[in-house]
């Protein structure tokens, strides 16, 4: 089992930007993909951008052309830039890592940082 440690959240204003970082216990290079979820109180939790290992990336429709994900295999972490935000990027943003191993698959997540938009 992977740990997964998230930092970077904060208060920004509406059209401020953040950096999200996800540090993984292990090298990242290992992990199949590394996924940053959101989620609001009494609401699922949604998966915002992905990469996988090798190096492709994905994105909701709400994060394209604003958030971009990236990872530093060297620091065995995982970034989300933020740009543009919104107050309805308001969530609790959680890291999550699967890796595949034939027939099966594990998946840890993070603790969750809190990131909050608002003037």
């Known amino acids: 089992q992977v740990q997964l440690v998230e930092s970077g959240g904060g208060l920004v204003q509406p059209g401020g930007s953040l950096r999200l970082s996800c540090a993984s216990s292990?090298?990242?290079?290992?992990?199949?993909?590394m996924n940053w979820y959101r989620q609001t109180p009494g609401k699922q939790r949604d998966l915002v951008a992905s990469?996988?290992?090798?190096?492709?990336?994905n994105y909701a429709d709400s994060a394209k052309g604003r958030f971009t994900i990236s990872r530093d295999n060297a620091k065995n972490t995982v970034y989300l830039q933020m740009n543009s935000l919104k107050p309805e990027d308001t969530a609790v943003y959680y890291c999550?890592?699967?890796?595949?191993?034939?027939?099966?698959?594990?998946?840890?997540w993070g603790q969750g940082t809190q990131v909050t938009v608002s003037s």
């Open positions: 999550n890592a699967v890796t595949y191993s034939g027939p099966s698959h594990s998946s840890s």
């Open positions: 292990r090298s990242i290079f290992s992990i199949t993909v």
């Open positions: 990469i996988t290992n090798a190096g492709s990336t």
